[in-house]
């Protein structure tokens, strides 16, 4: 049987232990969740089927001079981790984080699909440079590297009416663009971002007539309908109206989709073709 000097050492580990297991709890329960004074944010738009989205901090003016002042005009010094020339984050607290979910154009410049930091630099004269970089991960700034730029473009800050919290937006959205506006204050900055939505959509109806929704003649006769409306390959819209009429298990030879197959050969010039399939309607 153990004497009780053979378990003092075990309880004195096991003490020890304890102890750092508290140090330990202890220094973890200090990152405790508050509520931020620039609260995070984000919104998101579809511009044909791809999604834009944005990730930032919404400072509020509160009585401060925010251009050329709490804003910085050109690049500044942040005083901290070699950040001597760096741009505005765009927000505040971590990166302003701009998504991409297909390849865009940016103020008329290619930018691949994905995640970027966004900065601005902002000129006394309303001049703004857009940069986005590759590095979207770090604090703000403070860590700004031009050589990871991934682009930068020229647009114009205008005047706006005040808006307390700095805030983005998306206006003019269509089939193939959108703008992203920064509002805050009185000024507003837009950057135009434009999207090839039929090139999008095309690659995506290929993939889509190959997998479960290949088996419905319905979804032949939508990707058919969008690649005659918008004239885009019109051999493979022949080939999917074919589909819906005549593929085993799956075409239904129907009023709409024969009537569907001539029209596309009318668009190819193959008007004799089309008739023919008119002719057969009538005998359904």
Not at 21 to 27: D, K, V, Y
Request: charged share 20%; proline share 5%; with cysteine.
């Amino acid at each position: 049987m153990n004497s009780p000097l053979t378990l003092r050492p075990l309880r004195s580990a096991a003490s020890t232990l304890a102890a750092m297991t508290l140090g330990l709890c202890l220094a973890h329960s200090q990152l405790t969740t508050l509520p931020q004074a620039s609260p995070a944010a984000s919104v998101s738009q579809i511009v044909g089927i791809s999604e834009i989205s944005i990730s930032y901090s919404r400072p509020s003016v509160n009585g401060r001079e925010i251009w050329g002042k709490l804003v910085p005009y050109g690049l500044s010094d942040l005083g901290w981790a070699g950040a001597t020339e760096a741009p505005w984050r765009a927000g505040a607290n971590e990166n302003t984080v701009i998504s991409f979910q297909h390849d865009v154009l940016v103020e008329g410049q290619t930018l691949p699909a994905g995640d970027y930091g966004l900065h601005l630099v902002i000129e006394e004269s309303d001049d703004v440079t857009v940069i986005l970089s590759n590095d979207s991960e770090s604090w703000g700034s403070y860590f700004y590297n031009p050589e990871a730029d991934a682009l930068r473009a020229k647009v114009k800050a205008t005047q706006a009416p005040h808006e307390e919290q700095l805030s983005y937006r998306f206006t003019e959205v269509s089939k193939n663009a959108a703008v992203l506006s920064l509002n805050w204050e009185k000024k507003s900055i837009p950057i135009r971002i434009t999207v090839d939505t039929d090139a999008i959509v095309l690659e995506s109806l290929k993939t889509e007539m190959r997998n479960a929704h290949g088996f419905r003649y319905q979804n032949h006769m939508d990707a058919a309908n969008y690649l005659l409306a918008n004239e885009l390959e019109l051999e493979l819209a022949l080939e999917w109206a074919e589909i819906a009429i005549s593929r085993p298990w799956v075409g239904r030879k129907l009023p709409e989709t024969l009537e569907l197959k001539a029209k596309i050969l009318d668009k190819l010039g193959r008007a004799d073709e089309a008739s023919a399939v008119r002719k057969e309607i009538e005998t359904l």
